[in-house]
Structures are given as structure tokens and as C-alpha cells.
């Protein structure tokens, strides 16, 4: 069952930009949402989180927007870096605290 | 300070055979999870322990694959039987409490089934 959907494999934009990813949930149940970059022959690095009282949560370049009723999140990086070139996963938790992942999103960012 | 810490970081072993991965949470955290990625795919979840309560295994895809958490801590992924399709990178993650904390992950275990 896929609960958590990330619907756009791929993402290609240049430096300086912004970059947003977007991720759609299912569950309503779901009250804390993460993302998490991730390079190559590495483990997951948590990015930012947000929890569901909330529709806003930046940190730097980084920005993470919530909307419950669309059962939606965004990711915004702006001005995006070739540094940020990766996979980018969005993730969420709920009353049961285990989470679960969408399937990704591999961002480019061209100098 | 150590991190998530996962052996072997690669694995290679004959359709089969039965294969034991082990992952070490960091010190303290009482969440620990298991996920696999298969190649081009996200990040799918296996089953999830939290201080002494009951497992979540709602994601293992069959009665091969099996995970114990021992004393709270040290963690053993086993698949019996190894098939291809169980070929993938397998993630460990831990979190101090489970509840609205971010995850750390190791760095994985390459399983290959040849």
C-alpha cells in the first residue's frame, strides 16, 4: 500500500532557482512529515521535518509547506546549488510512530 | 557518538542460502527500522520496534523474512531461503523515541543473490 507518493520521479532545474518537490499522503492518521536527501552508497540524511499543527517550517534554503486538507506537502529550495544534486524522499509518521517513505524524487541541479 | 552502524556493508550469497544482517542503533534510541530499496525503486518498509512493545512486521513480504531486536538495542534482519528478487540494499534506522523525531539511518547492507 502506498501511503506516501512521491509522483514525480525526476526534477531538473538550474542553479540559482527554485527547486520543489511535492509529495501526497493517504493516511490521515499521518501527523509528522519528513524529508530526507540522500546520495549515493549512502544512508538517508534527514533534511527538515513538520509536524501537522503546523503549515510552515524553513530552515535556510529549505522550506517545508503542509496542507492537510490536500493531504499534500512541498519541499522548496531556493536558491538551489549543484551541491543539492540527490534523491530526495518524503516521509511520514503517525499515531503508530513507524514511517513510511515515498519513492523518491532525484533531483539535478545544473550549474 | 557513533552513528547507525549495519554489517556486512555488502553481502553476496547463493539463491538459497539463509543471510543475517545486522544493524546497531545508536545508543539510547528506542525506535528502530528496517527498509529495503531495490534498484530504482524507494524506499520500502520492512517492520518496525519500539522500546518493548509488540513489532510492527506489517512490511515484511513473506514468512523468509524474520528481525529480532535483542535487549533493545543490537538488531538482526534474517532471510531464509534467499531468493533474486531479495536483492537489494537494506536500511537500518533508529530514533530516540519514535514519536515526531527524525530517523538516522546507516549506511546499509548491498545484498546480492546470486
Known amino acids: 500500500d502506498q501511503q506516501v507518493k512521491q509522483n514525480s520521479p525526476s526534477l531538473s532545474v538550474q542553479e540559482g532557482r527554485i527547486s520543489i518537490l511535492n509529495c501526497d499522503y493517504t493516511?490521515?492518521?499521518?501527523?509528522?512529515f519528513l524529508w530526507y536527501k540522500k546520495y549515493p552508497a549512502e544512508g538517508p540524511t534527514f533534511l527538515i521535518s513538520i509536524s501537522s499543527i503546523k503549515d510552515k517550517n524553513e530552515d535556510g534554503r529549505f522550506t517545508v509547506f503542509l496542507n492537510k486538507s490536500a493531504k499534500h506537502l512541498s519541499l522548496h529550495i531556493v536558491p538551489s546549488q549543484p551541491g543539492d544534486s540527490a534523491v530526495y524522499f518524503c516521509a511520514a509518521s503517525g499515531w503508530n510512530n513507524d514511517m513510511r517513505f515515498g519513492a523518491g524524487t532525484r533531483l539535478t541541479v545544473k550549474p | 557518538g557513533a552513528g547507525v552502524s549495519q554489517s556486512p556493508s555488502n553481502k553476496v550469497t547463493e539463491k538459497g542460502k539463509d543471510v543475517e544482517l545486522r544493524c546497531d542503533p545508536i545508543s539510547g534510541h528506542t525506535a528502530l527500522y528496517w527498509y529495503r530499496q531495490s534498484l530504482g525503486q524507494g524506499l520500502e518498509f520492512l517492520i518496525y520496534?519500539?522500546?518493548?512493545?509488540?513489532?510492527?512486521k506489517s512490511g515484511l513480504p513473506s514468512d523468509r523474512f524474520s528481525a529480532e531486536r535483542t535487549g533493545g538495542s543490537v538488531s538482526t534482519l534474517t532471510i531464509q531461503r534467499t531468493q533474486q528478487e531479495d536483492s537489494a540494499v537494506y536500511l537500518c534506522?533508529?530514533?530516540?523515541?519514535?514519536?515526531?523525531?527524525?530517523?538516522?539511518f546507516g549506511q546499509g547492507t548491498r545484498l546480492t543473490v546470486v
Open positions: 534506522a533508529s530514533s530516540l523515541t519514535g514519536s515526531n523525531t527524525e530517523a538516522f
Open positions: 520496534f519500539q522500546g518493548n512493545s509488540a513489532p510492527d
Open positions: 493516511n490521515s492518521m499521518f501527523d509528522y
